[in-house]
């Protein structure tokens, strides 16, 4: 017949074993956007991250299939970190459009600095790379929708009654990002024509910001 004690440690074997594997993780995505950083994704190589990380090149594809997806990982972990102080930073009493105009300014600088820096040797990536590195991109941003439905939220001078029936934070959010984003891929200079549009469409003349 097993101990309690035995029989306890069973119960949090596979909880610690779940913590160590994250832990690990969480080290070769750290140390793969390190060496992006560094040098670029051209630079990030399966063995240096496995290196960096202290863990083997095999268990490093255990938990990324791929080199491209460890790409994505840096990538993502670039732009949250890039985007998070604008992105938790919500004044009290601010307005969408205002939060909207800073988001872009962040947006558009992170962008920037990611094809300047992180793609500085693009020509070297591998198709699939670059355009893993595209995809965990547009992931990232996306994610930012969710934070601008919680900032609608919290603004009490939409006039919501002037708007189409239907109309949702949701579907403002999306509506937003998908601009932004489009606006970030034609690599316009700014967002006037969005913002304008925000503050005609969401506001009443009163509370035109």
Known sequence: MK????????????????????????????????????????????????????????????????KSAIMVAAAQRYFERSLSRELCRVEAGEPYVEYCRRLWEQMQASFEEFHHEWLRDRDDLPKQDLAAAHGAMTSALTHAGAQLEAVIEQDNHIDWTSLPEGTTASSIAQFTMRAMMDSLKRGEGDAALLLTLLEKGLYSPTEAH
């Open 3 to 66: 101990s309690l004690h035995a029989a306890h440690l069973e119960e949090r074997a596979p909880r610690n074993k779940d913590e160590e594997a994250y832990a690990r993780r969480k080290r070769i995505i750290e140390a793969a956007y390190r060496i992006g950083d560094r040098g670029g994704l051209a630079a990030i190589s399966a063995r240096g991250v496995a290196r960096d990380a202290e863990v083997s090149v095999g268990y490093l594809y255990k938990l990324f299939p791929s």
